[in-house]
């Protein structure tokens, strides 16, 4: 019964912050690879940043410096920090997890991934 639902999105304006959460319930984040990845409409599904079971991470180039993904395995909850927003950040952003080895996350494709949230709606306004 994994779970994972994601909050925090919405709309901002260029140059704003959202921070979305994604609590999972049914896994523990302590062994589990987490990723974010977003949809805009008409385009493919990207990845956006991904932490490992360490707590390793990796990002995007389109994010790097100003996302951050964290974690709280106490919580089962993972974080997407998102500054400095571009209207090009506009998107539908997934939660997913995936049991995988240390090591193995950050090369992981996105259908690689087993379970997916719903979806929170980011908005970013020129």
């Known amino acids: 019964q994994v779970q994972l639902v994601e909050s925090g999105g919405g709309s901002v304006q260029a140059g704003g912050s959202l921070r979305l959460s994604c609590a999972a319930s049914g896994l523990s984040t302590r062994n589990y690879c987490m990723g974010w990845f977003r949809q805009a409409p008409g385009k493919e599904r990207e990845g956006v940043a991904r932490?490992?079971?360490?707590?390793?991470?990796s990002y995007a180039d389109s994010v790097k410096g100003r996302f951050t993904i964290t974690k709280d395995n106490a919580e089962n909850t993972l974080y997407l920090q998102m500054n400095s927003l571009k209207p090009e950040d506009t998107a539908m952003y997934f939660c997913?997890?995936?049991?995988?080895?240390?090591?193995?996350?950050?090369?992981?494709?996105?259908?690689?991934?087993?379970?997916w949230g719903q979806g929170t709606q980011v908005t970013v306004s020129s």
């Open positions: 997913a997890a995936e049991f995988t080895w240390p090591g193995n996350c950050h090369r992981k494709r996105s259908s690689g991934f087993d379970h």
């Open positions: 932490i490992d079971s360490d707590g390793s991470t």
